[in-house]
């Protein structure tokens, strides 16, 4: 089993950034592919980031892109999430995610491994 704990959340004021941290541990495979998705209440989960094993293969949302980056550090088995330019449409629970496998995709389906999420809550 792979447990994924997520940090970093807060509030910010619009136009301001914070950095989400996700962390994996147990049975971890550190060629997973992982994401940040979000998910505000009533709604479904949204995908904002994902990347693969290697470095460089990241993807987006189309309404994050330019504004986050995602990147890993295999080492450490973390994940991040730096968020630029926040909006208050941002406002959500933000969750980490990871496959089995080695690709990732923008479905919720693809992800096998959850964090508990942390709340960003941008202000107007």
């Known amino acids: 089993q792979v447990q994924l704990v997520e940090s970093g959340g807060g509030l910010v004021q619009a136009g301001g950034s914070l950095t989400l941290s996700c962390t994996a541990s147990g049975r971890t495979n550190s060629c997973s592919a992982m994401a940040w998705l979000r998910q505000t209440p009533g709604t479904e989960r949204e995908f904002v980031a994902g990347?693969?094993?290697?470095?460089?293969?990241?993807y987006y949302g189309d309404s994050m892109r330019g504004r986050f980056t995602i990147s890993r550090d295999n080492a450490k088995n973390t994940v991040y999430l730096q968020m630029n330019s926040l909006k208050p449409e941002d406002t959500a629970v933000y969750y980490c995610?990871?496959?089995?496998?080695?690709?990732?995709?923008?479905?919720?389906?693809?992800?096998?491994?959850w964090g508990q999420g942390t709340q960003v809550t941008v202000s107007s």
């Open positions: 990347i693969n094993c290697r470095p460089g293969s990241t």
């Open positions: 995610s990871a496959t089995q496998g080695t690709y990732g995709s923008s479905s919720p389906a693809t992800y096998n491994y």
